[in-house]
């Protein structure tokens, strides 16, 4: 059974920086592209950033592109999430996901995604 956990959420002020892990177990990680999303109160979730089998490709939301940075290490089955320059609209809880589906890795839609962390908060104040 697959698991993601989450950690390095925080508060931060504005203009900092944070790094989220997120530590898999129970699927072969290393096959499968992974994402960020995230969700803030009131709002749908959003897609954040996502990396490939690799690692080789990422790819990014328009509202963190250039300032946030996925990376990943199959060795050790984590996913990372560097945030810097954070904004205040970047608080939300951030999710890691698993995307099961081999033939499209780099797939932003939530519903492609099948595994999901209990998320941790991030909160940035201006």
């Known amino acids: 059974q697959v698991q993601l956990v989450e950690s390095g959420g925080g508060l931060v002020q504005a203009g900092g920086s944070l790094r989220l892990s997120c530590a898999a177990s129970g699927g072969t990680f290393s096959r499968l592209g992974m994402g960020w999303f995230r969700q803030a109160p009131g709002k749908e979730r959003e897609f954040v950033a996502v990396?490939?089998?690799?690692?080789?490709?990422?790819y990014y939301g328009d509202s963190v592109q250039g300032r946030f940075t996925v990376s990943r290490d199959n060795a050790k089955n984590m996913v990372f999430l560097q945030m810097s320059n954070l904004k205040s609209e970047d608080t939300a809880i951030y999710y890691c996901?698993?995307?099961?589906?081999?033939?499209?890795?780099?797939?932003?839609?939530?519903?492609?995604?099948?595994?999901w962390g209990q998320g941790t908060q991030v909160t940035v104040s201006s």
């Open positions: 990396i490939s089998r690799s690692g080789g490709y990422t």
């Open positions: 996901a698993m995307n099961t589906d081999r033939s499209n890795p780099l797939s932003s839609r939530a519903q492609d995604f099948d595994y």
